[in-house]
C-alpha cells in the first residue's frame, strides 16, 4: 500500500472523505415506511455527501430540512445523526491492468462511491475512473 493511500486511511476531515449521512427517529417515522434494521429506527433522511457537498438524496421525508437537522418533522423528537465514513479499497482496473484506490462508503448492504459528479455502486466496479463509461441503472 502506498504512503499516499496510508496517509488517507487516516484523513477523518469530512472536507475530503465520502461519507452517508442518516437522520434516526421513531420506526414510524420513516420515509416510506423504512426502519433501519441495525438502530430498529425510522430512517427520514438518508443521503451520501462528496466532501462538505451534498452528491445525492437517498431519502427523506416530505418537509423534512435536513439543514436544521435536530427535530423530526412528523413527530418533534429529537433525530439521531448517524454517519458513515468512506474507506479505501483497492482494486484491479482491467483496462490499465493495474491496481487502483477506491473510496467506498457503506449503507446497510449498498456500497458507494462518487466518479465525478455521479452515485456509482462499487460492488461489480472494476474500472478506475479514468476508464469508467457508465454503469446500468440496474446496479443503481
Known sequence: MSRASDEYF??????VRIHIDAHLCKPE??????VNQEYNKGV??????????????????????????????????????????GELNNR????????FYLEIVTWTTHSFTIYGNQIVRDKQ??????????????FL
Open 29 to 34: 417515522c420513516g420515509n416510506l415506511g423504512t
Open 92 to 99: 484491479y482496473c482491467r483496462l490499465c491492468e493495474d491496481y
Open 10 to 15: 487516516h484523513d477523518n476531515s469530512l472536507d
Open 44 to 85: 427520514v433522511y438518508l443521503a451520501i455527501y462528496k466532501g462538505p457537498l451534498l452528491a445525492g438524496v437517498f431519502l427523506q421525508n416530505e418537509g423534512y430540512d435536513s439543514e436544521n437537522a435536530d427535530i423530526c418533522n412528523l413527530c418533534e423528537s429529537k433525530v439521531q445523526i448517524v454517519r458513515k465514513i
Open 125 to 138: 466496479l472494476s474500472e478506475c475512473e479514468k476508464h469508467y463509461q457508465t454503469q446500468e441503472e440496474l
